[in-house]
């Protein structure tokens, strides 16, 4: 059985500490529908209902709303151009550089909106009471990063491969000219892998620590700094992700290149 409850009326039992795992809210056909599986479909919907709203109707002289996108959009396809050298590149990955960056800063900056993290279940596994929120942010859960991590690491090598050639692609990693080159290559191949989990774990541990911090500056001074924490974690949440966009963009330019 379940009991609708805020995280806040069992306070009294010590400090709400978030979950390491996304809490499993119900199963359809046998597969578990977690918190954060929620809340990147309540994401999803947001952005495909400002895409909707804003691009219905495009004016040839624009309103403020309509300005403010053109001016925002402009300023990172002008920067996406100077960084790959091309503006036919700069448009093509334009919609993937753009939503992966509005999909994480918008995650982590409803993280904190009211309900997010507080409106929930109380639900008990056996002699425990585990109270499981019907919302949490995404980026909190390992699964969700990494997911996204592959996506750019498959968008990053598919890229590389149609620019310059699967042969030449592969030539950045196997390359038996010299002991030298093998062992840079070799290398090359590493820091390729290990990017997914650089990817995903940076933008995991930033989130994942900040939600900690917040829970725990609650309990112990909860009428001086929650406010100004959560207003710099939303901060972070920005700077996590240009970060996770920017890196992404700078890898598909360093693998379209040819090598050299």
């Known amino acids: 059985m379940f009991d609708i409850a805020f995280a806040a009326e069992n306070a009294h039992e010590g400090i709400h500490v978030p979950s390491l795992a996304a809490e499993k809210l119900f199963y359809i056909f046998g597969i ?32 403020r709303v309509q300005l403010f996108f053109e001016t925002i959009f402009q300023f990172v396809l ?51 009471t585990i109270f499981a929120p019907l919302l949490r942010s995404m980026n909190t859960d390992l699964n969700m990063t990494l997911t996204l991590a592959i996506i750019s690491f498959l968008v990053i ?10 042969w030449k692609y592969a030539g950045k990693f196997i390359n038996f000219k010299s002991p030298l080159s093998f062992v840079v290559g070799l290398i090359e ?25 917040v829970s725990v500056v609650s309990f112990f001074v909860p009428l001086i700094l929650p406010v100004p924490v959560m207003a710099f974690e939303i901060f972070i949440g920005f700077v996590q992700a240009v970060i996770f966009a920017l890196l992404t963009l700078l890898f598909i330019k360093l693998a379209i290149q040819e090598p050299h």
């Open 189 to 213: 191949l590493m820091s390729e892998i290990i990017r997914l989990i650089s990817f995903s774990f940076r933008l995991f541990g930033n989130i994942f620590a900040g939600e900690v911090l």
């Open 157 to 166: 090598e598919i890229s590389g491969v149609l620019a310059i050639g699967f």
């Open 32 to 63: 578990p529908v977690t918190n954060t599986m929620i809340m990147s479909l309540t994401i999803a919907f947001l952005l495909l209902s400002i895409a909707f709203f804003v691009g219905r109707n495009p004016k040839i002289i624009p309103g």
């Open 78 to 128: 002008d920067f996406m151009a100077e960084i790959l050298e091309s503006k036919k590149a700069a448009r093509q990955y334009f919609p993937l550089v753009m939503t992966i960056f509005l999909f994480v800063f918008l995650a982590n900056a409803l993280e904190f909106f009211p309900g997010v993290g507080s409106l929930g279940f109380w639900k008990y596994e056996g002699e425990h």
